[in-house]
Nanobody, 120 residues
């Protein structure tokens, strides 16, 4: 069964940088939209960034600091986070639209979540 595997994250001081990556654990036919969400304690889950054929979008609080590059050959999504602030601290989840076969339907997959901690 295909799963999304995240890696990266960790602990960083304010204004530091971290990288997250996310890729399917098995073979897939194609990946569509990719996105990163975050969930901080006491707050609602928030869409941080997304990339699809329609374009790339960022929530206002991360614009000019975060980017969401993707590798279409490897079906991998990345989240490059710069100038991290304490308010960025959260568990970050990736989400992908995947087609497992050429004739199958599209299915949403979620990563397991990775903690990003920003503290001095």
């Amino acid at each position: 069964q295909v799963q999304l595997v995240e890696s990266g994250g960790g602990l960083v001081q304010p204004v530091g940088s971290l990288r997250l990556s996310c890729a399917p654990s098995g073979s897939v036919w194609s990946a569509g939209a990719m996105a990163w969400y975050r969930h901080a304690p006491g707050k609602q889950r928030e869409l941080v960034a997304s990339t699809a054929v329609e374009g790339t979008k960022y929530t206002d609080s991360v614009k000019a600091r975060f980017t969401i590059p993707r590798d279409n050959e490897e079906n991998t999504a990345y989240l490059h986070m710069n100038s991290l602030q304490p308010e960025d601290q959260a568990v970050y989840y990736c989400k992908m639209d995947l087609w497992l076969t050429a004739f199958g339907g599209r299915t949403d997959y979620w990563g397991q979540g990775h903690q990003v901690a920003v503290t001095s």
